[in-house]
């Protein structure tokens, strides 16, 4: 069921997100009403959270059930003895799925309030407690200890350091205040901790901070589905092109064992050391990571060669990921966006050259995975379409596991072609509320069919490179 209104968007933007659903094939196939209350479903999914939290093991350093155990003792003392299940996904032996309770409706809203940003918001509505940065405005006789409301300031029209806030603001749930207000507004830059601790979110996820750092990667599901598309294998080379955070880089490492080589590529430059830092979390030993622009990944003079360092020359790799930035379309929960057109439209030549990029380094016979977290037409089938015109020596393959549905319509690609597509689109399952009670009575099969349908929105496409380029 539906608590939060639908994602706020700019009008041209919800415009030109409406014509990409409402395309002629679509329309010629389904209907008009039918396509524009898939549409509507879509948007107000989008600002609700996914109804499990995905992490992955690293079976590099342990065990999964040895890590199920573990964390089964970790949400009985988060959760204070309330019997919450653990799932391994059974497609995904790396994965474990947790459902998430809520929404809860009977929490009493309190007097004193606290204001926090919207990307902090959504973090809380996934299991996160709210941290000091994230406040945005605090009661004016807030303590330390009090009990307090917390509110998400969708459209981000609140006063850093205000005491009180009229505007829109969506209730996420009560906690303890760790600060007074004056300390929170005090300035001082070392104050990065936790700020509120989360004791009666609307939405009941465990938090991850912390939490066996080294055995654990929180992770959406399609994500995990990804680097099993991509299948490495002990001894290759493998490119991640765009590789921050690292949970794809981290997790190509864990299914190759640790041996070959993965080389990760970001541009910024905080970002390459978190993934550095996860790399040596995780206990892997195989990735190089490297703050290197991606679309000059391609070293074209043969003569030299870098000794295992970007830019590479062509042919390098037996396999590419190509995780491209994309307009985050389809990240939950989301309940404002205020991207104009332009932003929302400006990564579709990025992602091409960053795609031919990748098509060059990669060897003969290798595999390409290109996968978005975004709902475009434009960003996902559409770039398929002209990959295939562009590049005749690639042909889409067939993927596995095949968890999310087949491609949209709209690109002109064949039924075929669209099957062999993987679209994660949350709008196929209605929202549903959950409490412990209902768990109890769920068959493990209907959870995990939930789990795959009831994610992010997401795009994986898969091709192999027949000939040399």
């Given at each position: 069921?539906?608590?939060?209104?639908?994602?706020?968007?700019?009008?041209?933007?919800?415009?030109?997100?409406?014509?990409?659903?409402?395309?002629?094939?679509?329309?010629?196939?389904?209907?008009?009403?039918?396509?524009?209350?898939?549409?509507?479903?879509?948007?107000?999914?989008?600002?609700?959270?996914?109804?499990?939290?995905?992490?992955?093991?690293?079976?590099?350093?342990?065990?999964?059930?040895?890590?199920?155990?573990?964390?089964?003792?970790?949400?009985?003392?988060?959760?204070?003895?309330?019997?919450?299940?653990?799932?391994?996904?059974?497609?995904?032996?790396?994965?474990?799925?947790?459902?998430?309770?809520?929404?809860?409706?009977?929490?009493?809203?309190?007097?004193?309030?606290?204001?926090?940003?919207?990307?902090?918001?959504?973090?809380?509505?996934?299991?996160?407690?709210?941290?000091?940065?994230?406040?945005?405005?605090?009661?004016?006789?807030?303590?330390?200890?009090?009990?307090?409301?917390?509110?998400?300031?969708?459209?981000?029209?609140?006063?850093?350091?205000?005491?009180?806030?009229?505007?829109?603001?969506?209730?996420?749930?009560?906690?303890?205040?760790?600060?007074?207000?004056?300390?929170?507004?005090?300035?001082?830059?070392?104050?990065?901790?936790?700020?509120?601790?989360?004791?009666?979110?609307?939405?009941?996820?465990?938090?991850?901070?912390?939490?066996?750092?080294?055995?654990?990667?929180?992770?959406?599901?399609?994500?995990?589905?990804?680097?099993?598309?991509?299948?490495?294998?002990?001894?290759?080379?493998?490119?991640?092109?765009?590789?921050?955070?690292?949970?794809?880089?981290?997790?190509?490492?864990?299914?190759?064992?640790?041996?070959?080589?993965?080389?990760?590529?970001?541009?910024?430059?905080?970002?390459?050391?978190?993934?550095?830092?996860?790399?040596?979390?995780?206990?892997?030993?195989?990735?190089?990571?490297?703050?290197?622009?991606?679309?000059?990944?391609?070293?074209?003079?043969?003569?030299?060669?870098?000794?295992?360092?970007?830019?590479?020359?062509?042919?390098?790799?037996?396999?590419?990921?190509?995780?491209?930035?994309?307009?985050?379309?389809?990240?939950?929960?989301?309940?404002?966006?205020?991207?104009?057109?332009?932003?929302?439209?400006?990564?579709?030549?990025?992602?091409?050259?960053?795609?031919?990029?990748?098509?060059?380094?990669?060897?003969?016979?290798?595999?390409?995975?290109?996968?978005t977290c975004t709902i475009t037409l434009a960003e996902n089938e559409e770039q398929v379409a002209w990959a295939l015109r562009t590049f005749p020596y690639l042909q889409l393959q067939p993927q596995?596991?095949?968890?999310?549905?087949?491609?949209?319509?709209?690109?002109?690609?064949?039924?075929?072609?669209?099957?062999?597509?993987?679209?994660?689109?949350?709008?196929?399952?209605?929202?549903?509320?959950?409490?412990?009670?209902?768990?109890?009575?769920?068959?493990?099969?209907?959870?995990?069919?939930?789990?795959?349908?009831?994610?992010?929105?997401?795009?994986?496409?898969?091709?192999?490179?027949?000939?040399?380029?």
């Amino acid at each position: 069921m539906s608590v939060f209104p639908k994602i706020s968007l700019r009008l041209e933007v919800e415009k030109y997100l409406k014509e990409g659903f409402m395309n002629k094939e679509i329309v010629s196939a389904f209907g008009k009403q039918a396509a524009e209350r898939k549409f509507e479903t879509l948007l107000n999914h989008l600002s609700h959270p996914p109804s499990f939290t995905t992490v992955r093991v690293n079976t590099h350093l342990a065990s999964v059930q040895h890590v199920k155990d573990l964390l089964f003792d970790e949400l009985q003392k988060q959760f204070n003895g309330l019997n919450v299940p653990i799932l391994q996904h059974p497609d995904l032996q790396d994965v474990l799925l947790i459902p998430v309770i809520g929404p809860r409706k009977n929490i009493k809203k309190q007097h004193c309030e606290a204001i926090v940003g919207a990307q902090c918001g959504h973090a809380v509505l996934r299991g996160a407690h709210v941290y000091v940065p994230g406040i945005v405005s605090a009661s004016k006789f807030m303590k330390a200890g009090d009990l307090i409301s917390v509110y998400s300031d969708i459209k981000g029209k609140c006063k850093k350091g205000a005491k009180e806030f009229d505007g829109t603001k969506v209730f996420l749930g009560n906690g303890i205040s760790e600060l007074s207000r004056k300390e929170i507004f005090s300035g001082l830059p070392e104050l990065k901790g936790i700020g509120i601790r989360m004791t009666e979110p609307v939405y009941l996820s465990p938090s991850f901070d912390n939490v066996l750092p080294s055995y654990l990667f929180l992770q959406n599901l399609p994500s995990a589905v990804v680097t099993h598309v991509l299948n490495p294998q002990p001894g290759e080379k493998i490119l991640d092109l765009c590789a921050a955070p690292g949970g794809k880089t981290t997790h190509i490492a864990a299914l190759m064992r640790d041996q070959g080589e993965v080389i990760a590529l970001d541009k910024i430059p905080n970002k390459v050391e978190k993934i550095k830092q996860n790399a040596l979390l995780l206990g892997l030993n195989s990735i190089k990571a490297f703050c290197f622009d991606g679309t000059k990944a391609l070293q074209l003079d043969m003569v030299k060669d870098a000794e295992g360092k970007p830019p590479f020359l062509p042919e390098s790799f037996d396999r590419v990921l190509l995780d491209a930035p994309c307009s985050g379309m389809g990240q939950r929960p989301n309940m404002a966006c205020s991207w104009t057109l332009k932003e929302v439209t400006s990564y579709q030549p990025l992602q091409r050259k960053l795609f031919t990029v990748a098509v060059e380094l990669l060897r003969p016979g290798g595999v390409l995975v290109y996968s978005t977290c975004t709902i475009t037409l434009a960003e996902n089938e559409e770039q398929v379409a002209w990959a295939l015109r562009t590049f005749p020596y690639l042909q889409l393959q067939p993927q596995e596991p095949q968890i999310g549905g087949e491609g949209m319509m709209g690109a002109g690609l064949a039924f075929e072609q669209l099957k062999q597509l993987q679209r994660f689109d949350p709008s196929v399952v209605p929202l549903r509320d959950t409490d412990i009670d209902s768990l109890r009575d769920a068959r493990v099969e209907d959870m995990i069919w939930l789990a795959n349908k009831d994610c992010i929105g997401f795009f994986i496409a898969k091709f192999i490179k027949c000939k040399s380029t």
